[in-house]
């Protein structure tokens, strides 16, 4: 695939495609948007039930611990350890004004699917 100005491949996408490299490595332009909304629907539905939540203490566990449970049961693992305190409580206030960017970015860093075929 050739870049933007027709010069030659594009360093951005992969050899002989208009998709951009990717962490997931997927390689069709539609699942790679199919796995872009997946992992901000992540953060929109977590940032979202935050708002919401019913407890004084213990929400932050709950939520984890169903979020961990959903990631796991669509075949994903999610490592709790790699979210940095001091960014984790501004992605959450952020995200009750429907900024979901710090959510995003957080989840990108700690969730990881299976390899494709």
Not at 34 to 61: C, K
Not at 70 to 87: E, P, T
Request: hydrophobic share 40%; net charge negative; charged share 25%.
């Amino acid at each position: 695939m050739l870049d933007k100005y027709g010069v030659g491949q594009d360093p951005y996408c992969y050899p002989g495609s208009g998709v951009l490299r990717n962490r997931l490595d997927l390689l069709d332009e539609a699942r790679l948007h199919e796995a872009e909304r997946e992992l901000s629907e992540i953060a929109e539905v977590y940032g979202d039930l935050n708002v919401i939540h019913p407890f004084r203490e213990g929400n932050g566990r709950a939520q984890r611990i169903l979020f961990e449970q959903i990631i796991v049961n669509a075949g994903g693992s999610v490592n709790w350890w790699l979210v940095k305190d001091a960014a984790w409580i501004p992605a959450n206030i952020d995200a009750v004004a429907c900024d979901y960017s710090g959510l995003e970015a957080i989840f990108q860093r700690c969730i990881s699917t299976p390899a494709r075929p």
